[in-house]
């Protein structure tokens, strides 16, 4: 798949993260995150991983189970509309899923993220022509297969970029 989804296909704040998307096919660009992501855990201390930059900020090791959780959240959707499934879905409070991942070790949060983009993989692979553009309702926005795929991504690189200035820097 390498058409960018086209403002007709979402709306809310997930726009912000499409639009951080580069050109390309969107299976490419997710494998080369994941190799991006393996190689920054695998350099992380566990001291490193329980950094925060501000009082009331994620650790970093938080950072990164919320973008695995949340990338859960929106292939679960993505399943969902692809199938045809029309049943409205409902939001979730990112906070609320954030706790666990505090006694996490790096390594567990490296292998849950492979688990995580390789089902993502996986379920884009076998997606028919059709299913790309087929929408479904998640907290209460209208949006299509294809806009979810390129939000995954583009959440990714949000976080990556905060990472990259708050964590590392």
Known sequence: MNQKPSEEEYAGDIGAYIRLVPEGNIIDILLAQEKQMTKLLSSLTE???AYQYAEGKWTLKEVVGHIVDSERVMTYRLLR???????PLPGFDQEVFIPPFGNWTIAQL???YMAVRQATITLLRGLPVEAWSRKGTANDVNITVRALAYGITGHELHHMGVIRTRYLS
């Open 81 to 87: 509309f692809a199938r045809g499934d029309q049943t």
């Open 47 to 49: 001291s490193q991983g």
């Open 110 to 112: 490296a292998e849950d």
